[in-house]
């Protein structure tokens, strides 16, 4: 019985784990359609978040099936809920990419991020793609060790998104509202995907300590 | 047994229902920072916020033993997993009022909303802050009729919500990138607001029928 629940449960995983791959793949893509105003990439981008609604109910379909069936209790219990929860934000995730490609698609042919903003996008993009493969990576290898350098990332990304709002402040008068809305948007989209990130985390801490560090 | 659960579940209700009157009363206060500018109402927000994370641990923590000790299954279980859900969702309606009542509290004694905008962003307010207690009341009754009629009033904020990035972009040159910037914000987490009561009543919905409309 323990047997079948833990292979279940290893199904879960994996389906996560691709889960934040495809997160990551996503806003790599994302960025590329924001930052040289691809729209191909934007348009595979939306597109290719469909995969992650199916997995999503994939995962919260055995979730279910494994707590109705299987009654698990402790630890198995809490990664469970975890997973259930984990899913919640990768999906979201997802729907940021979404809204980051739409975003470039609006503004096609023009570019909706300022050249002298691009840099710091890049940055935080490059940053928040890699809280994603951390996310992947923990989840695949229940590594705590590395669960708790993501925050780390996150702080760098926090830093770089008031750098951004700075620089949006400071910047030449004459700065197109649309161009502010965007570049704002973009920033806020990107630091709650690195949050995301985090809180899976802290899910997956939680799961395997059933001690809470986010609180 | 199950009259223990069923009162323990009625607890889990009651908590998830005082979150969305928290979170109801918490909207209209950061609105009265945001338009009238002032700053004691966005203390009260934030500070009052705390409330909302002790009420979510404690729906976590009753929802995770009945998980544990009662092995709900069917319709109860489907209840208890849309009730951590809920608690997540009304958690971050908490947060998105401190995220409204910081935008104030950074700009004072400025105000953060240009006038011309303001009524926009009361509307917006309005609506929203309808939906949560809309989602408070669902949740109380278990009531389905109303629980479809929500996401109606949610297109309504969408409708707002679009209204105020063309008047941020049609307004005048010379405006302001910092009032671009708290406009683009605000509205963004009155609609994700929305979003999340919206999402309230889809979990009550699937909790009760099991059938997820959301999709």
């Known amino acids: 019985m323990r047997e ?24 790599r893509g994302a960025t590329v359609a924001l ?13 290719g978040n469909e995969a992650m609604g199916l997995l999503q109910a994939d995962v919260e379909a055995h979730a279910m099936d494994l707590l109705a069936c299987q009654a698990p209790v402790a630890g198995d219990l809490r990664m ?52 994603a493969d951390g996310a992947s990576h923990i989840i ?31 910047s030449a008068p004459g700065r197109e509202a649309r161009a502010a809305i965007d570049v704002t948007l973009a920033g806020r989209y990107y630091e709650r995907f690195a949050d995301h990130a985090v809180s899976i985390a802290h ?6 300590t059933g001690v809470d560090s986010s609180v």
């Open 4 to 27: 079948v629940f833990h292979e279940q449960l290893s199904r879960v995983g994996r389906d996560l784990s691709t889960m934040a791959d495809l997160a990551a793949a996503a806003l």
């Open 35 to 47: 930052l040289d105003g691809e729209l191909n990439r934007a348009d595979e981008v939306i597109r």
């Open 80 to 131: 469970l809920v975890a997973g259930l929860r984990m899913s919640a934000d990768l999906e979201r995730m997802g729907g940021l990419t979404v809204h980051l490609a739409q975003i470039s698609a609006r503004r096609h042919p023009e570019q909706a991020i300022p050249a002298d903003l691009s840099s710091t996008i890049a940055q935080m993009a490059a940053a928040a793609a890699e809280l």
């Open 140 to 170: 695949k290898g229940q590594d705590l060790e590395t669960a708790r350098t993501l925050g780390l990332r996150d702080d760098e990304i926090d830093r770089l998104h008031e750098d951004l709002l700075t620089a949006l402040l400071t």
């Open 203 to 208: 899910r997956l801490e939680f799961a395997v």
